[in-house]
């Protein structure tokens, strides 16, 4: 997801709950799946009386490393028990001092010491924690070979726990808390997705980063963020007929500059109401990138970048042109047309083309904060003019989100608002 940076716009806090409909287990398949169709949806519904049944709290994997990270130091603040392959080597009451970790032939090296086995399991006492490198963590760690000699640690924890230590990584410290209630109930819906369709297939749920949500662990957590987790525990966003909800993969980023975008400008998703975009948010206009300047490219730059992300543009010998292929009703492209200097064509989706020019970081592109502009060809380069917005657009727009709790909407308003048509569901 798309973070926020640090600014100067606050509100007051003013206590107040988000609704909760009837429990359902969050195992089920139903709702665990990916959402298909809720052309006709109510708006959510009024709370209903204390669920008589409950159910457990999953844990979600996070991924704290890149997988060709090559060593982690991890320590713990209180007592311990280290295990190679469901062995234990190691075992205190007392804390783990910082001590290096890398994979070696046939096992680790863990400071001066070895241990044989494919993964290590770092799991503190009650009331313990581990540290992987600089931050602090709930839950337990689990490291595993990554790519060639690199490794990857994965957090196991409190999908509550976790949601604590994203929202304020997410939004800012001194925002309004039904700003932190709304993103809670987005962001907790977005990671329950993931864990269903992403991770089985995978030794993790998703990432600590911006390209799934920021998650700064315990050191992240702040009181602000605990109470939105706790004043909406459990509840997810669903679509669907009633009895058949599900939910969907919840998007959101920082500001939309205007102007909601259907989750179809960034993937093959399925045209869903909640999903559609299209709603006008001019309260995200307290945004620094809200409007941004001319962000200028060279196209042999544009060529490079895609390169690194598409093996098709060999073929076109560099880029001659951009052509916008498609877009949105409000003029934002969705797929463009790169053509080559002898007619060759590769159609691209618009924001892979600044994802890529962000990967591979280029210096000129740095401003490129959206693929809410024009696109205006300049000879050499591509101009990306009348820019709005930072990030996709897609889902609740975090300034919006904001200014929207300012002028008095409750968390139910604003989610009602960028994710019309879905229905609040409680699922543990």
Same mark, same amino acid.
């Given at each position: 997801?798309?973070?926020?940076?640090? $600014?100067? *716009?606050?509100?007051?806090?003013?206590?107040?709950?988000?609704?909760?409909?009837?429990?359902?287990? +969050?195992?089920?398949?139903?709702?665990?799946?990916?959402?298909?169709?809720?052309?006709?949806?109510?708006?959510?519904?009024?709370?209903?009386?204390?669920?008589?049944?409950?159910?457990?709290?999953?844990?979600?994997?996070?991924?704290?490393?890149?997988?060709? =990270?090559?060593? /982690?130091?991890?320590?713990?603040?209180?007592?311990?028990?280290?295990?190679?392959?469901?062995?234990?080597?190691?075992?205190?009451?007392?804390?783990?001092?910082?001590?290096?970790?890398?994979?070696?032939?046939?096992? +680790?090296?863990?400071?001066?010491?070895?241990?044989?086995?494919?993964?290590?399991?770092?799991?503190?006492?009650?009331?313990?924690?581990?540290?992987?490198?600089?931050?602090?963590?709930?839950?337990?760690?689990?490291?595993?070979?990554?790519?060639?000699?690199?490794?990857?640690?994965?957090?196991?924890?409190?999908?509550?726990?976790?949601?604590? !230590?994203?929202?304020?990584?997410?939004?800012?410290?001194? +925002?309004?808390?039904?700003?932190?209630?709304?993103?809670?109930?987005?962001?907790?819906?977005?990671?329950?997705?993931?864990?269903?369709?992403?991770?089985?297939?995978?030794?993790?749920?998703?990432? =600590?980063?911006?390209?799934?949500?920021?998650?700064?662990?315990?050191? !992240?957590?702040?009181?602000?963020?605990?109470?939105?987790?706790?004043?909406?525990?459990?509840?997810?966003?669903?679509?669907?007929?009633?009895?058949?909800?599900?939910?969907?993969?919840?998007?959101?980023?920082?500001?939309?500059?205007?102007?909601?975008?259907?989750?179809?400008?960034?993937?093959?998703?399925?045209?869903?109401?909640?999903?559609?975009?299209?709603?006008?948010?001019? =309260?995200?206009?307290?945004?620094?990138?809200?409007?941004?300047?001319?962000?200028?490219?060279?196209? *042999?730059?544009?060529?490079?970048?895609?390169?690194?992300?598409?093996? %098709?543009?060999?073929?076109?010998?560099?880029?001659?042109?951009?052509?916008? /292929?498609?877009?949105?009703?409000?003029?934002?492209?969705? +797929?463009? =047309?790169?053509?080559?200097?002898?007619?060759?064509?590769?159609?691209?989706? %618009?924001?892979?083309?600044?994802?890529?020019?962000?990967?591979?970081?280029?210096?000129?592109?740095?401003?490129?904060?959206?693929?809410?502009?024009?696109?205006?060809?300049?000879?050499?380069?591509?101009?990306?003019?009348?820019?709005?917005?930072?990030?996709?657009?897609?889902?609740?727009?975090?300034? $919006?989100?904001?200014?929207?709790?300012?002028?008095?909407?409750? %968390?139910?308003?604003?989610?009602?608002?960028?994710?019309?048509?879905?229905?609040?569901?409680?699922?543990?």
């Amino acid at each position: 997801m798309c973070r926020t940076t640090p $600014g100067r *716009r606050n509100g007051p806090a003013r206590p107040g709950r988000v609704r909760r409909a009837p429990t359902a287990c +969050w195992l089920s398949a139903a709702l665990l799946a990916a959402c298909c169709g809720c052309d006709q949806m109510e708006e959510p519904p009024r709370p209903a009386p204390p669920p008589t049944t409950t159910y457990p709290v999953p844990a979600i994997r996070v991924l704290l490393t890149g997988p060709d =990270d090559p060593e /982690a130091r991890i320590a713990t603040t209180g007592g311990y028990r280290l295990e190679a392959d469901g062995r234990a080597i190691a075992e205190s009451d007392r804390a783990l001092g910082p001590v290096a970790v890398r994979r070696e032939a046939g096992g +680790w090296r863990i400071g001066s010491g070895q241990a044989e086995g494919r993964e290590l399991r770092l799991r503190p006492h009650e009331g313990s924690h581990f540290r992987l490198n600089e931050t602090t963590y709930r839950g337990w760690l689990r490291l595993l070979p990554g790519e060639g000699e690199g490794l990857e640690a994965v957090s196991h924890v409190d999908i509550e726990e976790y949601l604590a !230590g994203v929202l304020a990584k997410e939004l800012y410290r001194t +925002w309004h808390i039904e700003a932190y209630r709304a993103l809670a109930v987005a962001a907790r819906t977005f990671a329950l997705y993931q864990m269903a369709t992403f991770g089985p297939a995978h030794e993790y749920d998703l990432g =600590d980063s911006q390209a799934s949500q920021v998650y700064g662990g315990l050191d !992240g957590e702040t009181s602000t963020s605990r109470q939105a987790v706790d004043d909406t525990r459990g509840v997810v966003l669903s679509c669907g007929e009633p009895g058949r909800e599900r939910i969907f993969l919840a998007q959101y980023s920082a500001c939309c500059g205007g102007r909601v975008n259907g989750a179809y400008v960034i993937r093959n998703a399925n045209r869903i109401e909640p999903l559609m975009g299209g709603q006008e948010c001019t =309260d995200c206009s307290g945004c620094s990138r809200y409007r941004w300047p001319t962000v200028r490219v060279a196209k *042999r730059d544009i060529h490079r970048a895609l390169l690194r992300r598409y093996t %098709a543009a060999a073929g076109l010998g560099g880029v001659s042109r951009i052509d916008v /292929a498609t877009e949105t009703p409000h003029g934002r492209a969705v +797929w463009t =047309d790169v053509i080559g200097p002898t007619g060759q064509k590769l159609r691209v989706r %618009a924001e892979d083309i600044r994802l890529s020019l962000l990967y591979a970081g280029v210096p000129a592109a740095k401003g490129l904060n959206s693929m809410n502009c024009r696109l205006v060809d300049r000879g050499g380069s591509i101009e990306f003019a009348d820019g709005r917005g930072f990030g996709h657009g897609v889902g609740l727009c975090q300034w $919006g989100a904001q200014a929207k709790a300012q002028r008095g909407l409750t %968390a139910e308003g604003i989610l009602a608002f960028y994710y019309p048509g879905a229905r609040l569901y409680r699922v543990h």
